[in-house]
């Protein structure tokens, strides 16, 4: 018996300022997050853990936000977003 793969949306944080070391990798809904400083790691998953909770009170799920909604919760998250395929402005 074969298991059909989910189709799940995630959102990739990654930390640059990373100095000590250490590879820091956390698997969590709806994101995974990889490098970073203690500091920095820390922070991306505190903006994770509010983010998450802000959707789960709307009764939503990653995949279900529109693009502008994604947007406003993660500026609301300070999150900054880098959508795939266009660098930062």
């Given amino acids: 018996m074969s298991r059909?793969?989910?189709n799940k949306a995630?959102?990739?944080g990654m930390?640059?300022?990373c100095d000590?070391?250490?590879m820091r990798v956390t698997n969590a809904d709806n994101f995974?997050?990889?490098g970073g400083s203690h500091d920095t790691h820390e922070c991306m998953q505190d903006k994770?853990?509010?983010f998450n909770e802000i959707i789960s009170s709307k009764g939503k799920r990653l995949d279900q936000l529109e693009r502008q909604e994604?947007?406003?919760l993660a500026a609301e998250c300070d999150m900054p977003i880098m959508p795939s395929g266009k660098k930062p402005e």
């Fill in 4 to 6: 059909k793969p989910k």
């Fill in 10 to 12: 995630m959102m990739l």
């Fill in 15 to 17: 930390g640059m300022d």
């Fill in 20 to 22: 000590d070391g250490e």
């Fill in 32 to 34: 995974l997050l990889v």
């Fill in 48 to 50: 994770c853990i509010k």
């Fill in 70 to 72: 994604l947007m406003d």
